[in-house]
């Protein structure tokens, strides 16, 4: 058994990487929730659908969230009658959000939720929201001191301010799901995918008691890095890293990581840093961790699992 922590587009790269080779019940992912929100009236877990997506093969290529070919003639209309539009939901994606609110709103979890999407896309692998709860990432923005909601500072604002603080809200009380426990305990190997440490495992790790069992099972736990050369393929993980005072580039997440993991896989762009990382106590290995295409998600994921 494999349990991979995950965010959205980059970490859902390596799981469909992961799920190509296994292929079964037995690869469980235990995904952020930290960045849903309710817009419309309608509950959007972007992590959860873009690994749903991307498993079942319908991801959209460009974006890496939403699916393949989606049009947005319900958010041109909407933008028409002054509705808000700053947060593209396409005609298609619209289904999955009309369908969880709708098993919300009748009393169902959001995990048996999210059982039912991933098993209508024929996906055997378990997608697992760390927690039923809901959870929120928060962001205090250096210049203007304001407080944000995650897609406030991730789409509306871009990711462009300097950040001062990270809240993780309601993660103190959150109860995290006892199958993603479970799956923890017995896997032989927890990855961490190559996820924004920060904004999207960070709201994982602090939904007791995931930080715990992490440092309890650190030696099976592999983390890997989402920077390459320093910097991130998209996103935000490289500044807010520096933002939060941790160190710039691969060493910044060596530092995030250093509690929870044994093993740092990094890219060959970063071999410099080999020394340096291992002084923090990790086991580092080095490929390349480029994932444009889906053989060399395949070839990431086989290197991970042939880790000892
Ligand atoms: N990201 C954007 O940058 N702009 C969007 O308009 C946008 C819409 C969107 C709709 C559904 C969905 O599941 C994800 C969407 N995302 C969009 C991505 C999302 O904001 C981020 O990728 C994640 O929250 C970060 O992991």
Same mark, same amino acid.
């Given at each position: 058994?494999?349990?991979? @922590?995950?965010?959205?587009v980059?970490? *859902? !790269?390596l799981?469909?990487?992961?799920?190509?080779?296994?292929?079964?019940?037995?690869?469980?992912?235990?995904?952020? $929730?930290g960045?849903?929100f309710?817009?419309?009236?309608l509950?959007i877990?972007p992590?959860?659908d873009?690994v =749903?997506?991307?498993?079942?093969?319908?991801?959209?290529?460009?974006?890496g969230?939403?699916?393949?070919?989606?049009?947005?003639?319900?958010?041109?209309?909407?933008?028409?009658?002054?509705?808000?539009?700053w947060?593209?939901?396409?005609?298609l994606?619209?289904?999955?959000?009309?369908?969880?609110?709708?098993?919300l709103?009748?009393?169902?979890?959001?995990?048996?939720?999210?059982k039912?999407?991933?098993?209508?896309?024929? =996906?055997?692998?378990e997608?697992?929201?760390?927690?039923?709860?809901?959870?929120?990432?928060?962001?205090?923005l250096?210049?203007?001191?304001?407080?944000?909601?995650?897609?406030?500072?991730?789409?509306?604002? !871009?990711?462009?301010?300097?950040?001062?603080?990270v809240?993780? !809200?309601?993660?103190?009380? *959150?109860?995290?799901?006892?199958t993603?426990?479970?799956?923890?305990?017995?896997?032989?190997?927890? =990855?961490?995918?190559?996820s924004?440490?920060?904004l #999207?495992?960070?709201?994982?790790?602090? $939904?007791?008691?995931?930080?715990?069992?992490?440092?309890?099972?650190?030696?099976?736990? =592999?983390a $890997?890095?989402?920077?390459?050369?320093?910097?991130?393929?998209?996103?935000?993980a490289?500044?807010?890293?520096?933002?939060?005072r941790?160190? *710039?580039?691969?060493l910044?997440?060596?530092e995030?990581?250093?509690?929870?993991?044994?093993?740092l896989?990094?890219?060959?762009?970063?071999?410099?840093l080999?020394?340096?990382?291992?002084?923090?106590g990790?086991?580092?290995?080095v490929?390349?961790? @480029?994932?444009g295409?889906? #053989? !060399?998600?395949?070839? @990431?994921?086989?290197?991970?699992?042939?880790q000892?």
């Open positions: 058994m494999i349990t991979a @922590l995950c965010g959205g980059g970490g *859902a !790269k799981l469909n990487g992961l799920n190509l080779i296994m292929n079964n019940a037995e690869l469980k992912a235990i995904v952020n $929730v960045d849903d309710w817009l419309h009236n509950k877990c992590d959860i873009s =749903i997506y991307k498993l079942a093969g319908v991801s959209n290529v460009t974006y969230w939403g699916i393949q070919g989606d049009t947005f003639r319900t958010m041109s209309e909407l933008e028409m009658l002054g509705g808000e539009s947060f593209k939901l396409g005609d994606d619209l289904a999955t959000h009309l369908y969880r609110s709708q098993r709103i009748q009393g169902a979890r959001l995990d048996e939720i999210t039912e999407l991933k098993e209508k896309r024929q =996906i055997k692998a997608i697992y929201p760390v927690t039923n709860d809901e959870i929120a990432t928060e962001l205090t250096k210049e203007s001191k304001k407080t944000v909601g995650f897609q406030e500072y991730f789409v509306k604002l !871009k990711h462009q301010p300097a950040v001062s603080k809240i993780y !809200k309601n993660t103190e009380t *959150a109860t995290c799901l006892e993603a426990i479970k799956s923890i305990e017995k896997s032989e190997k927890i =990855i961490i995918c190559p924004n440490p920060i #999207s495992v960070g709201p994982i790790i602090s $939904v007791y008691p995931v930080a715990d069992l992490l440092r309890k099972f650190k030696n099976k736990v =592999i $890997v890095t989402p920077l390459i050369g320093g910097k991130a393929i998209k996103g935000p490289d500044h807010i890293l520096t933002e939060l941790y160190s *710039a580039g691969v910044g997440v060596a995030y990581y250093r509690e929870f993991a044994s093993t896989i990094i890219d060959k762009l970063d071999a410099d080999i020394k340096d990382i291992e002084n923090l990790f086991n580092v290995k490929t390349d961790t @480029l994932m295409n889906i #053989s !060399k998600e395949l070839k @990431l994921a086989e290197f991970i699992l042939d000892d």
